[in-house]
Nanobody, 116 residues
Framework: EERLVESGGGLVQPGGSLRLSCEAS????????LSWIRQAPGDRVEVVAS????????YYLHSVKGRFTISRADAQNTVYLQMHNLTTEDTALYYC?????????RGQGTQVTVSS
């Protein structure tokens, strides 16, 4: 069974940092494009960052550029999101996604709350 399990979320003060991890099981991430997606209550879904297979290209939501970094470790079937200088606007449920051809998997998410 294909699964994505996120970890690393939590409560952090504005200006703080968090590192999210997402580990895949039941499939190999090597050929998949990997993304981090977030949704705040009552808000739209946003693709925060994406990294292509082989890490050839990356994409970042404009509001996180320069603060967030996506990376992948295919040997560990894992994708990361390093987040710095967090603001209250970053509060959301963050989940990872893996896509390759018709295969599209998403995890259950990890909550990130930025509050003083």
């Amino acid at each position: 069974e294909e699964r994505l399990v996120e970890s690393g979320g939590g409560l952090v003060q504005p200006g703080g940092s968090l590192r999210l991890s997402c580990e895949a099981s039941g499939f190999t991430t090597t050929f998949y494009d990997l993304s981090w997606i977030r949704q705040a209550p009552g808000d739209r879904v946003e693709v925060v960052a994406s990294i292509s297979s082989g890490a050839r290209t990356t994409y970042y939501l404009h509001s996180v550029k320069g603060r967030f970094t996506i990376s992948r470790a295919d040997a560990q079937n894992t994708v990361y999101l390093q987040m710095h200088n967090l603001t209250t606007e970053d509060t959301a449920l963050y989940y990872c996604a893996a896509r390759w051809g018709r295969s599209d998997f998403r995890g259950q998410g990890t909550q990130v709350t930025v509050s003083s």
